[in-house]
């Protein structure tokens, strides 16, 4: 009998602080149930395995960035909205860095369209409504910023910008000026 108390949200929610404290990748249903100081077999009256685990801590991790930039975002426009949307997966991936690796967990087409995805895309399209750009040159600039963003905050977060000067903070800043410069003047094709 699974220990009173437990649930699936209460469940995703240790295992996000778990995939916090070491990794996103060592989250396993066996690992949480020893955080419970359960049996492993308790925990799947609540979920299936531990590919669902990772699914469900994904889906929470899209579902907080989605409500921290939303609040960013608020209103805010152009610059602003960029450097503030930029800054959200920044910090949450310092405060989160396990829940921030979920947020990249490849989920099947069904779960990721029900996901809070899409939010992520819609605020991403309306910074970009700022610099007046239209399809196709929308769903470029999704998967530059996406790409630049993932990949500094990456970079940063496995040291590979702490061992020469300048200090990553000036380079963020730079980074966030040049997206801003490239967005004003995005070229033609």
Known sequence: MARVGLTAERLTR????????VGFDQVTVSALARRFDVKVASLYSHLKNSQDLKTRIALLALEELADRAADALAGRAGKDALIAF?????????EHPGRYAAAQFRLDPETAAASAGGRHSQMTRAILRGYDLTEPDQTHAVRLLGSVFHGYVSLEMAGGF???APDSEESWSRTLDALDALLRNWPAP
């Open 14 to 21: 240790a295992g996000a602080e778990l995939a916090d404290e």
């Open 86 to 94: 930029g800054c959200v997966y920044r910090d949450y991936a310092r």
């Open 162 to 164: 702490s061992h020469s």
